[in-house]
Nanobody, 126 residues
Framework: QVKLVESGGGLVQAGGSLKLSCAASGRTFSRATMGWFRQAPGKEREFVAAITWLGGSSSTYYADSVKGRFTVSGDIAKNTLYLQMDSLKPEDTAVYYC?????????????????WGQGTQVTVSL
């Protein structure tokens, strides 16, 4: 069983920054792909970013809408995933979820992830 707990959400003005964390327990962190997704009211859950660990290296992937503004990273020793969000825009407002999958690579479909956190709210005001 895997447990994921997100934190770090909140209210920020446009142009500001937030850093989300996702604490994972219950699996070997280094063999997973972990991703960030978000869901705005009335919209489908969408891919934001992911990181895959293969052996001693990692690869990161981003949605076009956040590329250059968001940075995904992970601390294997702490079993924690991060999402640094800079230059935030009102359209970034959503509940942000972390998730994990045994698949490697740019895994963007929600159906490919088998464990999810409860989500953390991010609100960006004008």
């Amino acid at each position: 069983q895997v447990k994921l707990v997100e934190s770090g959400g909140g209210l920020v003005q446009a142009g500001g920054s937030l850093k989300l964390s996702c604490a994972a327990s219950g699996r070997t962190f280094s063999r997973a792909t972990m991703g960030w997704f978000r869901q705005a009211p009335g919209k489908e859950r969408e891919f934001v970013a992911a990181i895959t660990w293969l052996g001693g290296s990692s690869s990161t992937y981003y949605a076009d809408s956040v590329k250059g503004r968001f940075t995904v990273s992970g601390d294997i020793a702490k079993n924690t995933l991060y999402l640094q969000m800079d230059s935030l825009k009102p359209e970034d407002t959503a509940v942000y979820y972390c998730a994990t999958t045994p698949a490697a690579g740019r895994v963007v479909l929600t159906t490919h992830y088998n464990y999810w956190g409860q989500g953390t709210q991010v609100t960006v005001s004008l």
